[in-house]
Every structure is written in structure tokens, then in C-alpha cells.
């Protein structure tokens, strides 16, 4: 953890997440279970993402761990593969992460077994997070991260287990948008000491619609059960320039662990960066429309495309 400690002492600390919709997205995922079995069949794939998303500026090369837990294996009957998921997850996060002096992050998340009301439960919740986290210990990271948790004490179970002494940091990620997310900043920032994490999903939510599973689209009949929630999000996708004004105003509030989750793609994370004042190896390819052919101000632009231009 003193490595991250370090970095945000230095300045803020950028986190890519989102692995799970952008697998979803490339067929190598099923939405619903939202299991990681990409992590298996497909190695070579994430080692790619998490370097497209530290290309972008990401500080953190985050093991794709989430939802390879024991109750969600079990959901689609490859619980014999619980270990051996998560050892090659975090192996893979290792490895990209040395190559660009990255820090590496476990990660474990909500159970889905957690009731309030059912001690019993509790237990259970404590042995899944007890297995990920020692799997992410052996394996080096420089601290997990325990996300899209509910319950507050399922995240102090999490906690516990991670970390007897505290959290590093602590704040949002998931569900809710930036239009939605950035006005609970505030009150996190005045009640906490610390550092302040906020990572949305790059979707327009709502103050009537203030998640994105909440989200409806009433101008498209044809999407089953009507819930856009999770494959028919793309009318309401954020803009980059929207994810990097988010980090802007929620830096300025005082958040210092900055990112994106779950719909997230490198040009989000590029933005978000360069809001931040960094220019990472992504910034090389960042829009520059005094060179398009028709809408350029560039000398060698014809003046017979921008005079059409005005008729696109």
C-alpha cells in the first residue's frame, strides 16, 4: 500500500477500470453472469486491454478479478476454476505492470450472498474475500482494491480482510454517472480526511434516473424487458470531453483517485488523464481537426472542401 500512498502524494492516481462491458462488447464475455472466463481463454487479450488502458494514462494495471469469485463460478458451474482464474488474472496484471512501472491492484467485489439480517452469510462473505485477497498477497500486488459493494458492512468485512489498519482510500465507483456522481463528491470530501476515490460509469444518468441500471429509453421498442441495462447503454454513452470535465471539477473538489468504470474505453481514460494536465502516449493520436480534409483550417486544406464543408 505504500506505493500507492506514494503516488497519490505525488499527485493524483488514475485507475482504468471497466474490463467486463468492454469484453462484453468484444465477444469474449457473457452479460448477466459477467463472469471473467476471458482470463482463461483468452490471456493474450487482457494483457492487451490493460495496455491500451495504461497507453491511455491509466497509473493502475487492476487484475481482472471481479466477479472471479466463488459464488459467481458457480453460477455457470466452473467452480474448479476459482484459482486457477484469479492466480492467472493476477499474473497477467503483473506482467504488464513491470513492463510500464505501473502499480498492480487485486480486486474483489460484492458477493451477491451478503444479507444484513443472516450472520451466516457473513462468514461465507468473509471466506471469499479471505481466499482473493491471500491469492493477491502471494502474487505481489500493491493493494486491492474492494469495489461496487453495497452492504457498508460487507465493505468493512472486505476491509478487515484487505486491511486491519484502514483504507488508503476510499469513495465511489460504478452505477451511477458523472451528472449523478459528482454532487455526492462533496459530502464524502467534507466527512473524510483522506483520500478521495470517485470512479462513474460513462453514462448519462439522471437525477430521475441516477444509476444506469435505472436507465430507460423510450425512444427504442425493441430491447427485451425494455431495461437498457446492460447491452443497449450506447444511447447514453458519455463523450470523452464529458469524462475528462467530470475529473476536472471532481479533482478540483479534492478527489484524488480518479478513473472510469464499467462501459469505460481508452479514450475515457485518455481524457480523463488530460484533464488532469498529463500527456500520456495516447495524447500522440488526441483529435486534431485543423488537419481534417473538409472541417481543417491547416494551409493545405482546399478551400473548395471547407467551402463544402459548410453544406455537411
Known amino acids: 500500500m505504500s506505493k500507492l500512498l506514494d503516488r497519490l502524494a505525488a499527485g493524483p492516481v488514475i485507475c482504468a477500470e471497466g474490463y467486463l462491458f468492454e469484453f462484453e462488447r468484444r465477444g469474449y464475455l457473457q452479460a448477466g453472469a459477467f463472469v471473467?472466463?476471458?482470463?482463461?481463454e483468452e490471456p493474450a487479450l487482457v494483457a492487451d486491454l490493460h495496455r491500451?488502458?495504461?497507453?491511455?494514462g491509466s497509473d493502475v494495471v487492476e487484475a481482472f478479478t471481479y466477479y472471479a469469485h466463488r459464488e459467481k463460478l458457480a453460477l455457470i458451474g466452473r467452480e474448479g476454476d476459482l484459482e486457477l482464474m484469479n492466480r492467472q488474472a493476477l499474473k497477467i496484471a503483473k506482467e504488464v505492470a513491470a513492463e510500464h512501472d505501473s502499480l498492480v491492484a487485486g480486486n474483489i467485489?460484492?458477493?451477491n450472498i451478503y444479507e444484513p439480517d443472516d450472520p451466516a452469510t457473513h462468514g461465507l462473505v468473509r471466506d471469499m474475500f479471505t481466499e482473493q485477497v491471500a491469492w493477491a498477497a502471494e502474487a505481489g500486488v500493491d493493494f486491492v482494491i474492494a469495489e461496487t459493494i453495497s452492504y457498508a458492512q460487507e465493505a468493512l468485512l472486505a476491509l478487515e480482510v484487505i486491511e486491519d489498519a484502514g483504507a488508503a482510500v476510499v469513495g465511489l465507483n460504478c452505477m451511477r454517472g458523472p451528472r449523478t456522481m459528482l454532487p455526492l463528491l462533496g459530502e464524502i470530501r467534507d466527512a473524510c480526511q483522506g483520500h478521495i476515490a470517485a470512479l462513474p460509469v460513462p453514462y448519462r444518468t439522471t437525477?430521475?434516473?441516477?444509476?444506469?441500471s435505472a436507465l430507460t429509453d423510450p425512444d427504442c421498442d425493441v430491447i427485451p424487458d425494455d431495461r437498457p441495462f446492460p447491452v443497449a447503454l450506447d444511447p447514453f454513452t458519455c463523450n470523452r470531453y464529458e469524462m475528462g470535465a467530470f475529473a476536472k471539477a471532481a479533482h478540483d473538489m479534492g478527489v484524488t483517485y480518479l478513473g472510469v468504470c464499467c462501459g469505460a474505453g481508452p479514450h475515457h481514460i485518455r481524457s480523463v488523464a488530460e484533464a488532469l494536465g498529463r500527456t500520456p502516449p495516447a495524447s500522440r493520436f488526441s483529435a486534431d481537426m485543423s488537419?481534417?480534409?473538409y472541417f481543417g483550417t491547416n494551409?493545405?486544406?482546399?478551400?473548395?472542401?471547407?467551402?463544402y464543408s459548410s453544406k455537411l
Open 36 to 40: 471473467p472466463e476471458v482470463v482463461l
Open 52 to 56: 491500451q488502458f495504461v497507453h491511455a
Open 299 to 307: 494551409e493545405r486544406i482546399s478551400s473548395v472542401n471547407q467551402e
Open 109 to 111: 467485489c460484492n458477493t
Open 291 to 293: 488537419r481534417h480534409a
Open 207 to 212: 437525477e430521475a434516473e441516477p444509476t444506469f
